[in-house]
Structure formats: structure tokens, C-alpha cells
């Protein structure tokens, strides 16, 4: 019954969050005063308490045009390929030049695709960008199906073949596994589709090297206990209502909780620096938290079974993976140019964990590998912000540009 309540009390405070809305945005009273001591600090308490609000609902990319050459391009977004559960989407523009094919893999771990609209604008003006989108579970009806770790991998394969042959392939965090796979199976079948590159940006490829808390935690609990204590429906008025998920709030309180101090200063400082008219040094925060608390839930079965295979027994790193009845080899790849990116301070995913790719690919040439260790690092620092902008991507840019 969490879920319902959880839904109910939602439902019941969403007046309170209105009013404070049209205080903010429409209220001739309120802004009489706004620019007072008293107008900043209350008009600071109601943008605060606005923003500390889960919503389900993916936030807009809002990348509207891109420079490419000295020029702004306009960009705009078309579905190249829809599943039911996700969407592949194009960042189309024009240039005069074809650009290499880039497709890049979300993370389907509670956020929608958007936490990486820094990683596709950075990426836009050298590369023709497609994105996993991933659809809300709670939004996908039941005649849909089910969603699997094995149908992850559907999807990639289905993705990589749709955005054409000669693609390169950029996966960021847990879907690092699935993605290697895929490229595993496809150059076993030597498909045309096999990408030219793949990079792989902190993932759990291999969870045994320097296991954080996340894969403590993982290990402590056995699947049993993950189900009985994560797993609920999806409540009736919703469109995908009887689905069994993993609720995207529960990830969120659970992620929070691994960095309560953090994010209650990060609140703060929002407070402080709108009570103080600084509304400029309170963007950066009020932005990463509109995506922060944007939320999607998780197919039960792909969130049970991503635990069990991927955190409590590392079935690729293992040689063990089975997908669709056959043994997923990382060895038949051997024209794929491997890069692994990690972040020296990453407390989800460690040091390591993604490197172990390396060996998995054994049969893949010295000159086709390469790994990036980002100094000072954290786990979002890796695909999002000044690190990733200045240091990591020009790593990114040259491999695919050396393997076109």
C-alpha cells in the first residue's frame, strides 16, 4: 500500500504547491513587496518549498540550436524508433557536412534521460546525437509487457541497428553491462551494425573491484528482501496501474540518503542566495534540482534482476552472462575501439569497476583500447559539468574522431 499512499498524499498537497505557485508567478500583493527584506525571504521560502517537489513528468531537453562551424543551427527533436518502453531520440539539425553518428545511452536508474542534456549539448555540435529516452514504467500499460535485463539489451541492439552502421556508442553508468553485451553479441554475428567505437562512462561492469556502499548494500540483501521491500503496483488512475515497479521516489529518497548533509546545504545555499536577491548563483542549484526530483519508476523485473545479475553476481564479468539462451562473449569483439572513463571520486561507481571492460575484451587490439581516469571526479562529474565539458569529452571527441 506505499505506493497508494505515497500517490494520495501527493494528490492532497498538490493545492498547497499551487497556491504557492500563483503567489510566486501572479499575486499583485505578494510582489509589492518583493523586493524587500521580507518580499526576498518569503518570496525564497516558496521557491524552495516549490522545488523540493517529486514530480513524474520528463522534464523538456529545451536544446533549441547548437554552433557548428561558427554558426547557430537550429535543433530539433523526432523519435527515430519507439518502443514501449523507450523512445530512441534524434537531436536533428542541419550541416554541411555529415557528422558521425552518435548514440548515446541513458541510465535507467530512477531519472529520466534528460540528467544527461548537459552530456547532448556538449556532444551536438561534432556529432549527429541519439538519445535513449526512456518512458515512466508507471505510464506503460500492462498489454505492453514485461521488461527484462535481457529485453535492455533488445533495445540496444534495436536502437544501434536503427541509428545505421558506422554508429559509435556512448553508454553512462548501469547500462554499461547491457551495452557491452550488445556489442558483444553483434560482432559475434559480425552485423553491419556493429558500432566503430564504444565508451563506456562509469558502470559496474565488474562490482568486485573496490565495492562501494551501493554494492555492499546490494550484497547484503538477498532478492527475496529487494522485492518484499521495493517492489509495489502502480496505483489505479495511472495508465500503466497493476504494473509491479521499483517506485522512482523510493531511489530518490534512497540516493538522498546517501548525501542527506549534502543536499541539505545545497538547499540552503538556494535560500540563502534568493533571500539575498543572487538569483544568478541560485540557478545552478534550482536547475539540477528540477531534474533531480523529476522521477521515473523501474520495471520490477528489470530492477530485480539488474540486482541480481549485475550486483550480487557480476554474471558478465564472471564470463557467465546469458542472453537469449546464448553466452554473451566480450572477446568476439575485435574492431570496436574501447574507451572506459572513470572518476577518481565516484562513490557509486568505483575506480575500476568500468576499466575491468579491458580484459573482458581480449581479443580486441592494444592501439583500439583506451582508459581515462577524470581527476577529482565525482559520479555526475563524469558526464555533466566543467570536468566533463573541458577534460572528458575532448577524450570522447578524439577516439571517434581517430575511428571514422
Same mark, same amino acid.
Given at each position: ?60 531537453? /529545451? ?81 505492453? /509487457? ?101 517506485? /522512482? ?75 537469449? /539462451? ?79
Amino acid at each position: 500500500m506505499l505506493y497508494q499512499a505515497y500517490h494520495a498524499t501527493t494528490a492532497a498537497l498538490e493545492p498547497l504547491r499551487m497556491a504557492a505557485r500563483l503567489a510566486l508567478n501572479g499575486g499583485s500583493a505578494f510582489k509589492t513587496f518583493d523586493s524587500s527584506c521580507l518580499g526576498l525571504s518569503s518570496a525564497a521560502m516558496l521557491k524552495v518549498a516549490v522545488r523540493a517537489t517529486v514530480t513524474h513528468a520528463r522534464p523538456a531537453y /529545451g536544446i533549441e540550436s547548437v554552433e557548428v562551424g561558427g554558426k547557430t543551427v537550429p535543433v530539433w527533436e523526432e523519435v527515430a524508433l519507439s518502443l514501449p518502453f523507450c523512445d530512441l531520440l534524434h537531436f536533428a539539425k542541419d550541416t554541411p557536412e555529415p557528422q558521425p553518428k552518435l548514440l548515446l545511452i541513458a541510465p535507467l536508474s530512477g531519472h529520466f534521460s534528460t540528467i544527461l542534456r548537459h552530456t547532448v549539448e556538449t556532444c551536438l555540435p561534432d556529432h549527429d546525437v541519439y538519445l535513449f529516452d526512456w518512458k515512466n514504467a508507471r505510464d506503460v500499460p500492462l498489454a505492453a /509487457g514485461s521488461f527484462g535485463f535481457d529485453t535492455f539489451i533488445d533495445y540496444v541492439i534495436a536502437f544501434i541497428r536503427a541509428v545505421g552502421p558506422g554508429c559509435h556508442v556512448l553508454s553512462v553508468c548501469q547500462p554499461c553491462v547491457q551495452a557491452l553485451a550488445a556489442v558483444s553479441v553483434l560482432a559475434e554475428d559480425k552485423d553491419p551494425a556493429t558500432p566503430k567505437s564504444l565508451t563506456l562512462m562509469a558502470g559496474p561492469v565488474d562490482v568486485r573491484i573496490n565495492p562501494t556502499s551501493v554494492n555492499s548494500f546490494a550484497s547484503q540483501h538477498d532478492i527475496g528482501w529487494f522485492e518484499s521491500n521495493l517492489i509495489h503496483s502502480v496505483p489505479f488512475g495511472l495508465a500503466g496501474q497493476g504494473r509491479r515497479v521499483y517506485p /522512482g521516489f523510493l531511489q530518490l529518497f534512497s540516493f538522498m540518503s546517501m548525501n542527506m548533509e549534502r543536499h541539505a546545504k545545497a538547499h540552503r545555499e538556494m535560500y540563502d542566495h534568493l533571500a539575498h536577491g543572487r538569483r544568478g548563483d541560485a540557478q545552478p542549484i534550482m536547475t539540477f534540482y528540477d531534474e533531480y526530483f523529476a522521477v521515473i519508476d523501474l520495471a520490477a523485473e528489470f530492477f530485480l534482476e539488474t540486482v541480481e545479475r549485475v550486483f550480487q553476481t557480476p554474471e558478465l564479468a564472471l564470463g557467465e552472462l546469458i542472453y537469449r /539462451g546464448r553466452k554473451v562473449d566480450p572477446g568476439a569483439i575485435r574492431r570496436t575501439a574501447l574507451l572506459t572513463i572513470e572518476g577518481e571520486r565516484d562513490d557509486i561507481c568505483a575506480v575500476g569497476q568500468t576499466a575491468a571492460a579491458h580484459d573482458l575484451c581480449q581479443n580486441l587490439r592494444p592501439h583500439l583500447k583506451k582508459h581515462h581516469l577524470q581527476a577529482g571526479a565525482g559520479h555526475y562529474g563524469v558526464f555533466s559539468g566543467k570536468k566533463w565539458h573541458n577534460q572528458i569529452y575532448p577524450v570522447v571527441k578524439n577516439l571517434i574522431l581517430a575511428t571514422q
